[in-house]
T-cell receptor, first 114, second 111 residues
């Protein structure tokens, strides 16, 4: 099976812009979770989508949003970018919901906000 | 917020030696998982241990879980240079249904 893929791998944006990141889960997986990784805060949970519904959300402002399509592919959007949004954004897919199951991570999208 | 605290933060050993990393957490959990990350890349799942399990093995990996002490350990035996990476524990807290990651241990294996 192909692994989790994320596009783009690298992205440079300026403050105030918005960005959309994409994640394609492993075939058959219904859950997609998004995480932000920064040197200061470590790995933090953003949100999880299961069968096209957001099932869980982390402690992030409303500028961070996402959605999941019927084929389980997911996108996350960050509006009005801030310098502090520079991070590695990781998505993970699993068959079961949330952390109940092994999560398989993609390679990440490295976002730099200037 | 981070639930897990990992100890040590950094570990440097010689090839062939064993490496032990510890993880402590604060709330009740359904399972605890260990992941490896190579230099800013994606995470690779290593092992999942459920709250009713005490020990699990996978190849050169041995994981223990003590729910009474809210702690887990990961032992890598006969380490190799290729084991150089950051290792994270992640907990599935009861009722949360999302992984909460620890701060990680950076392991350096010297050839």
């Amino acid at each position: 099976k192909a692994g989790v893929t994320q596009t783009p791998r690298y992205l440079i944006k300026t403050r105030g812009q918005q960005v959309t990141l994409s994640c394609s889960p492993i075939s058959g997986h219904r859950s997609v979770s998004w995480y932000q990784q920064t040197p200061g805060q470590g790995l933090q949970f953003l949100f999880e989508y299961f069968s096209e519904t957001q099932r869980n959300k982390g402690n992030f402002p409303g500028r961070f949003s996402g959605r999941q399509f019927s084929n389980s592919r997911s996108e996350m959007n960050v509006s009005t970018l801030e310098l502090g949004d520079s991070a590695l954004y990781l998505c993970a897919s699993s068959w079961g919901q949330g952390g109940t199951d092994t999560q398989y991570f993609g390679p990440g999208t490295r976002l730099t906000v200037l | 917020s981070q639930q897990g605290e990992e100890d040590p933060q950094a570990l440097s050993i010689q090839e062939g030696e064993n490496a032990t990393m510890n993880c402590s957490y604060k709330t009740s959990i359904n399972n605890l998982q260990w992941y490896r990350q190579n230099s800013g890349r994606g995470l690779v799942h290593l092992i999942l241990i459920r709250s009713n399990e005490r020990e699990k093995h996978s190849g050169r990996l041995r994981v223990t879980l003590d729910t009474s002490k809210k702690s887990s350990s990961l032992l890598i035996t006969a380490s190799r240079a290729a084991d150089t990476a950051s290792y994270f524990c992640a907990t599935d807290e009861t009722g949360r249904r999302a992984l909460t990651f620890g701060s990680g241990t950076r392991l350096q294996v010297q050839p």
